[in-house]
């Protein structure tokens, strides 16, 4: 039991678009986690909400012809709706854009203003003449100034990954009318977020949660830390103080947000939203993607801190999402829908919560197909846990009119204390596919035990010693009910209410696993779970496969450039003499190409699907002509040219010398 009341969030679902399966990632496991907690007996808030602020909203208004509130009450409804038919409950759910979230976020900002902690600055920032406005994060696209890849205003989407600040990218383009954007001064704040780098180095030291979150940040900071502007020239958003003509940029007043939702149910409930966040230690667990590492363990405990306010206790971050062996992607198809691909055709939500929990440790990369998951269902929900539950509570009823009034088996007992403490060990570190497979093992033990004593045969010639096999059997279907609750909430209840109880599983502890069932009559049983049959598969597999295809047929239906443009880039081929990956990033190869007359360096994004052992020595097509860019650091003289998600490299179809001119 902690000693601070414990509080757990979810990274906020922006509301400019329908919910996929890509946010559950984050969503189901903390309500695994959160359930879990409560039924070990902690006291828990599960607080969350909508991000309402940003340019991608204003934008997306603008275009059906809304106000930005309107657009970002329909999804605010979508999401709260979605999450309960999933099973995710929140104790409550805000919007950012509500008058607690603005109050809150104004009077934090005060707070760091009065500390020293921002100034303001004269910066250039993209301009847009025919829209006659200031083109701030995403209505502006160009060229990152760090690795020279296409970018977003506010990030490196398609390259280095890093943030970027206003004025910062390079050849703008205004994403409204497609006009070459020019440069205008404009005074910004900006947050002195390089004085925090010896407390953050200190406070990821000690922060809880995933590795992944803890190791990306702290090599983040090591390696660089500038201060950070965080306003931007917008109507829409909570005003600077002292500003109407700037507003708080959205990655400081979204993650507020966890303090006033907090605040408002702290109001609703009677008690105090300061015993949550005003003392140090806290225990304040942060769930979100692994996309947002930084601003969570970096930005966000860093403007905590200036502000006098407590910092988080864990980040646990998960792993990317692909679907079908494919790069998650709506602008390519690859994307399912909560609503209209899975709850709407009446798929259940226990299905997808034990499947996106059970597939791959949660710091990995999860792929959901619609042929694995009809795999995972069948032979582990229906054939493991659904057929030992539902064997078990046929026989008691058929043969015994319930639960029979004898002891259980010490071993049984035994059996269920270490699936307990397996799993409660996984639990504490966050290692959610472990501690399922812990629960899972349980149900193969029931079915092995089950099939082994074979009560169906010992109650022809000794009807005690099989009212003793199934009395065992019941005892471990109880605690499989109790331990499989926070995975499939739904279904736990079911087997519950078949062992002949009225009331909620969920107001029991897991700890009463090892509890005796008391004798007494039993209902007529029925299967907790369906099989998923393979017509149904098919005709899944067909709608993403046609998705795909007309995603791909508008991808087609591109700009076209003149002949004389395509003649301005040097492609030519080249021969990778040597590879090296580059350290602290996942993506990024170092090269040594040899194109002929030179040998060049050149950093790729590759090292995702290929070694430096595998890549070297192999041709590649290399475009010589373009700008040094330097990538984390590292100067790259040109680009490896590849095709497809899984970055297939393009070489010719018969040997060449480095240096052949493409034609």
Not at 518 to 540: N, T
Request: glycine letters at 8%; charged letters at 25%.
């Amino acid at each position: 039991m902690r000693d601070s009341p414990v509080l757990v969030t979810c990274g906020l679902p922006y509301t400019n678009g329908p919910c996929h399966i890509g946010h559950l990632r984050t969503y189901v496991p903390a309500d695994f986690y959160v359930r879990y907690l409560r039924r070990s007996g902690e006291k828990v808030v599960f607080i969350c909400g909508s991000d309402n602020h940003g340019t991608p909203i204003v934008v997306n208004a603008e275009r059906d012809g809304v106000t930005p509130r309107a657009l970002s009450e329909r999804y605010h409804i979508h999401f709260d709706q979605t999450f309960r038919r999933m099973g995710v409950l929140f104790d409550h759910f805000g919007m950012t854009d509500n008058p607690v979230n603005h109050h809150r976020t104004q009077s934090l900002v005060n707070r760091l203003i009065a500390n020293g902690h921002v100034y303001s600055r004269v910066i250039q920032q993209s301009y847009c003449t025919k829209c006659g406005r200031f083109l701030p994060d995403r209505y502006v696209e160009g060229i990152c100034p760090h690795c020279g890849s296409p970018a977003r205003g506010d990030e490196c989407d398609q390259g280095c990954g890093r943030h970027l600040e206003p004025g910062e990218i390079k050849e703008p383009t205004c994403m409204v009318c497609g006009t070459k954007a020019g440069f205008r001064d404009q005074e910004h704040y900006f947050f002195r977020l390089s004085e925090f780098k010896e407390f953050l180095l200190g406070y990821l030291e000690g922060l809880s949660g995933t590795l992944n979150a803890r190791n990306y940040a702290m090599g983040w900071v090591k390696d660089e830390l500038r201060d950070w502007c965080i306003t931007r020239t917008l109507d829409w958003g909570v005003k600077f103080p002292g500003r109407d003509d700037l507003v708080v940029y959205v990655w400081v007043d979204a993650p507020i947000g966890y303090i006033s939702f907090t605040e408002e149910w702290a109001d609703e409930t009677g008690v105090s939203w300061k015993d949550y966040w005003c003392r140090e230690p806290t225990a304040i667990t942060h769930f979100i993607g692994g996309d947002i590492i930084y601003h969570h363990c970096i930005f966000w405990p860093a403007l905590l801190k200036g502000a006098g306010y407590g910092t988080p206790h864990a980040v646990v971050a998960s792993g990317m999402l692909k679907v079908d062996g494919h790069k998650f992607s709506k602008s390519r198809g690859y994307v399912v829908w909560t609503n209209d691909d899975y709850l709407d055709k009446g798929l259940p939500a226990d299905y997808l919560r034990y499947y996106l929990l059970s597939y791959t440790n949660h710091t990995k990369e999860l792929n959901f197909s619609w042929k694995v998951f009809q795999e995972r269902v069948n032979n582990e929900l229906v054939n493991t846990l659904g057929n030992f539950v539902y064997r078990t509570l046929y026989f008691a009823h058929k043969e015994f009119g319930g639960v029979p009034d004898v002891p259980v088996r010490k071993e049984i007992v035994a059996e269920i204390d270490r699936s307990l403490a397996a799993i409660d060990r996984s639990m504490q570190e966050y290692e959610f596919k472990t501690a399922i497979d812990s629960m899972m093992g349980l149900a193969a033990y029931g079915n092995n035990y089950i099939q082994a004593s074979a009560p169906w045969k010992l109650i022809k010639t000794d009807r005690d010693a099989a009212a003793r096999v199934i009395k065992d059997c019941l005892i471990l279907v109880q605690a499989l009910a109790l331990i499989f609750e926070p995975v499939i909430p739904e279904a736990a209840q079911e087997i519950w209410q078949m062992l002949g109880n009225a009331d909620r599983i969920e107001d029991h502890q897991i700890s009463g696993a090892t509890g005796d069932v008391p004798p007494g009559p039993l209902p007529p049983p029925r299967p907790v779970f369906s099989k998923l049959e393979d017509a149904f598969i098919a005709e899944m597999d067909e709608l993403l496969a046609k998705r795909v295809k007309e995603a791909g047929k508008k991808a087609t239906k591109m700009k076209t450039i003149p002949f004389e443009e395509f003649c301005k880039l040097d492609i030519r081929t080249g021969k990778v003499i040597s590879a090296e990956k580059v350290p602290k990033s996942n993506k990024l190869l170092k090269l040594r190409v040899d194109i002929g007359d030179e040998i060049r360096q050149i950093v790729a994004g590759m090292a995702e699907f290929t070694t430096p052992e595998e890549i070297t020595g192999k041709p590649v097509v290399v475009v010589a002509n373009l700008q040094p860019a330097k990538i984390f650091g590292i100067e790259s003289n040109g680009m490896i040219l590849a095709a497809g998600e899984q970055a297939s490299l393009l070489m010719p179809e018969k040997e060449v010398p480095p240096g052949t001119k493409i034609r």
